[in-house]
């Protein structure tokens, strides 16, 4: 007798209960885990603009600045223009790029988290302490200012990541593990 090819509502209905037990437990996990994962991107690709900004600065002999908009969720990099110098989104500036948070997905914005202490000096009014809401590279690729600066970004479990750069140029990132800064 000649078997016909294909599968038994027997076969078919096991595999549907395996199936549903496995999304049963791969759901939940999947929504806990996505919103870190959509911080620790934010951190990440803010890191790399820091970078990023750093080396415009640097190739082009000129000043390069990321500037910060708590209000807006939102940062922009600018080049120094024909100029060489950032005077402040005026005049002769580039605009390079716009990074808006939401791309990221809901939840992640400008904070501090559940953060107990700054890695800084302070957590800034609203989650940034660079002067004015910028850091502007100069051409040798330092900081025009002494101290340096965090931003940091939160999620909405309050997780949180402090992206900062010193004096020095040399770009940092920081997350919160609950008790400290690692």
Request: net charge positive; hydrophobic share 45%.
């Amino acid at each position: 007798m000649k078997r016909s090819a294909g599968f038994t509502l027997m076969e078919l209905m096991v595999t549907t209960v395996v199936l549903s037990i496995l999304m049963t437990f791969a759901v939940p996990a999947y929504i806990q885990w996505i919103p870190g994962h959509r911080l620790k991107g934010s951190a990440r690709d803010l890191y790399a603009e820091l970078a990023a900004a750093k080396m415009t600065a640097v190739n082009q002999i000129g000043e390069c600045a990321v500037v910060f908009s708590a209000d807006n969720l939102r940062y922009q990099v600018w080049s120094g223009g024909s100029n060489k110098v950032y005077d402040g989104a005026t005049g002769d500036d580039v605009l390079l790029k716009t990074v808006n948070l939401s791309r990221y997905g809901s939840g992640i914005r400008y904070g501090n988290g559940a953060a107990a202490s700054p890695v800084g000096g302070s957590f800034g009014a609203k989650g940034i302490t660079f002067a004015s809401d910028r850091v502007v590279f100069n051409s040798r690729g330092m900081i025009n200012s002494l101290t340096g600066g965090y931003v940091y970004l939160q999620n909405n479990r309050n997780a949180c990541f402090a992206v900062g750069a010193l004096g020095s140029g040399v770009i940092l990132v920081k997350r919160w593990t609950g008790t400290t800064w690692q």
